[in-house]
């Protein structure tokens, strides 16, 4: 059974982490930081106010393509 986490991790750092399957439900990302990272095979649901990968703006991008963005 997948261990499971809840409460305040506010400035955690996670170093070296593998968090290959993990789901993040409910969840506040507001000013995360991923550095030096993999990411293969990502699915993001959420509401987009800023998000630059790689040092390009998508937010625009991903907004105009939401049906659910107001």
């Known amino acids: ?3 499971e986490f809840e409460g305040d991790l506010t400035e955690s750092v996670f170093w070296g982490a593998d968090l290959t399957g993990a789901l993040f439900r409910d969840v506040n990302l ?3 930081k991923i550095t030096h990272a993999w990411m293969i095979d990502v699915d993001i649901d959420a509401l987009v106010e800023r998000v630059v990968i790689n040092g390009v703006d998508v937010t625009d991008y991903v907004n105009e393509r939401d049906p659910w963005y107001p």
């Open 1 to 3: 059974m997948p261990e």
């Open 30 to 32: 507001t000013d995360v």
